[in-house]
């Protein structure tokens, strides 16, 4: 803006000399200065042209920054949501892990006490017998019975662990069908326990044959025993 106004003035100072009639070579000296100072002007505008389009580009480049700024704050945010969601999930397998492992320990621990129980738990003798004494014990042990005596003891004796147990008796006849199923549940008060069952003979449909006797406690077979039923003596 001042150098605008030098050059104004100059040309005044000019026009002025040249209506005085000043000599020619300050007039020269004061037209060429004119012409630098008009030159110069000439060089500033072009300059500043050049830094109107500079600026212009520069804000377009802003603008272009600011926007991929914009875009990679979207992805970001988009990753650290996923990284979020990944994270949730990660604990929430963290976490089933843990349960299954405590449910795969505690079944471990389950097998191990079935097994120990069962080790524990022992089928001592298995006895058909016609007859039980006083004290509630075998006084035979056959292996061929006749109808003709109309019923048999089956008698069991076990080593057990002091809990309810439930002892079943499964009687199969000659065609290897299930006449009777008995079972009886009982806590015993010492480690070894009797346990007996009676079965009568029906003559309208047990069959002569070789019949099989099994045995389970709480569900797991433990022993079983055969013998042949006969029509007659």
């Given amino acids: 803006m001042q150098k605008n106004r030098t050059i104004l003035l100059l040309l005044l100072f000019t026009c002025c000399l040249t209506l005085t009639g000043c000599k ?4 020269e000296q004061a037209l060429q200065e004119v012409e630098e100072l008009r030159i110069e002007l000439s060089d500033i505008e072009d300059s500043l042209a050049k830094t109107k389009k500079e600026k212009k580009s520069l804000k377009s480049q802003t603008d272009e ?10 992805q970001l945010n988009e990753k650290n949501d996923s990284y979020d969601t990944l994270k949730q999930n990660f604990a929430k397998i963290e976490k089933e892990n843990d349960s299954l492992k405590n449910k795969i320990e505690n079944l471990q ?4 006490s079935d097994i120990q129980e069962q080790q524990t738990n022992e089928l001592l003798g298995l006895v058909l017998t016609t007859h039980i004494d006083k004290e509630g014990l075998p006084l035979d042990d056959f292996d061929s019975f006749f109808m003709e005596k109309k019923h048999f003891y089956i008698f069991s004796k076990w080593n057990l662990t002091k809990k309810e147990h439930t002892v079943t008796v ?13 079972p009886r549940t009982f806590t015993p008060k010492t480690p070894t326990r009797n346990a007996r069952c009676l079965y009568t003979i029906n003559k309208a449909l047990d069959k002569p044959g070789k019949w099989k006797v099994e045995i389970y406690l709480d569900g797991h ?8 039923l006969m029509s007659e003596y």
């Fill in 221 to 228: 077979k433990m022993g079983e025993k055969n013998f042949i």
């Fill in 65 to 74: 920054l600011a926007e991929t700024l914009e875009t990679t704050e979207q």
């Fill in 109 to 112: 621990q389950e097998l191990e």
């Fill in 170 to 182: 499964k009687l199969y006849d000659g065609t290897g069908k299930l006449r009777k199923q008995i």
């Fill in 24 to 27: 020619d070579p300050e007039k």
